[in-house]
Structure formats: C-alpha cells, structure tokens
C-alpha cells in the first residue's frame, strides 16, 4: 500500500522564516480558547461553520471557502511548521476562512455546539493497535466530536489507507452513524470533490480514494 503520512514528512522540514507567517497571519486565530461557544462573533454572521481537523498545506480548505462563501471554514493543524507553510502559499486568506495551531483533543475546549461537517482528509492511519485510539475516527476522537456538533453531526472523510478506512467504517458505524455514502474509488464516481494536496500527488500515481460521508 503506498502512502504519505499527512503531516509526518512536511514536520521534519523547518521552515526558517516560520515565525514571521505564524505572526503577520490576519486569519490565523492566536487564542482560540478565548471564542469557545462565540465563533459567531470572529465571523461576524451565523453561517454554518466546517471544520478540518489535519489541514495540511491547505489546499482543501482554502479552495472550499473560496467556493462556499455562504458557509465559514476553521482549519486545525497540531505541527506549526505546517501550518506556517499553508499561510505563506494562501497570505491573504478569505472573509470565511480561519485556521488555528492545535492538537485535535483539545477541540473540545475551543468549540461548542457550532460545528456542522468535520472533514478528515488523509490522517494518519496509526496502523499498530496499540495506537488504534489516536485514530481520528476511535471512539475517543468521536466522544470529542459530540460536543461540538450543532443538531446533526456529520463527517466527511477521505484516505488512501484501507486499513484506517476499514477501522473508520467499523468505528462510526458502532459509535451510532449511519453511512449515507461509501466509495472505495473516488475518482471514479460522481461525488463532487475539492483535492488536498495530497490527494493530487495519490491521483497521479494511480492510486484510490476511499471517501464515506456518515451522519448521526
């Protein structure tokens, strides 16, 4: 099974003028603990806020703010060196945009009951079992998850890994979601789809997309 770790190998790479992006970013959130139950307010409207947990350089969810203006996107990514990279390739950002530096198990203590979608693009499969709950599908991960969904919660995911995709299947189906869609070769159906930068490099190689939208 080929695959790249999402955020493993841009991690190991430093940035030298990191800082600098992290600083002069107008859309980075520097003190997200501060507007936990008041997203309302950074957006200044109460459109429906998405939310992708591991953003990467952040292809994805620029170019599905930028398609979506009636909807707010919030973008976390743990690493700041990452991040720092997807400032500097987006410097400007966009009116519906925000991202923040943060481990996806404090989510918790930054969101409540505002989240409609959470999007899992390409997370590390922490294929040993001993690892199996740091998966962002474990019912660890999906317990976190319920305190920040408004009404309905759903959650789109994409992976190139079978075996993160199999766990995931299992997991969200245990843990009460119904799979409204499942697809084990995305470029090969009609589901529309925005590409990480990941994704890119998967699909001219060859390789499949495994994506499931799943509700509860």
Known sequence: MFY???????????LKDKDFWLQNCSYLIQDPYH?????????????????EIGMGKGDFI???????????????EKYSNVLARAIKKYPEGLPNLRIICLDALKLEQVFAKEITTIYLNFSDPWPKKRNQDRRLTSKVF??????LFQGKKEIIMKT????????????LSQYGYLLEEVCLNLANS??????????KKFVKLGVKIN???AFK
Do not use: C, T
């Not at 790249?4 to 430093?14: A, G, K, Q, V």
């Not at 507007?35 to 939310?51: A, C, D, M, R, T």
């Not at 009609?190 to 994704?199: A, G, L, Q, R, T």
């Open 190 to 199: 009609d589901i529309p789809n925005v590409m990480s930068e990941y994704e």
């Open 62 to 76: 620029y170019e599905m703010a930028r398609s979506h203006p009636e909807i707010n996107f919030v973008g976390i």
């Open 142 to 147: 999906l317990h976190i998850y319920d305190s």
């Open 35 to 51: 507007y936990q139950g008041k997203w309302s307010e950074v957006f200044l409207n109460n459109h429906p806020i998405h939310l």
């Open 211 to 213: 994506y499931l939208k």
């Open 4 to 14: 790249l770790e999402s955020s493993d190998i841009m991690r190991l790479r430093n």
């Open 160 to 171: 190139d890994n079978l075996g993160l995709f199999a766990s995931s299947l299992v997991s």
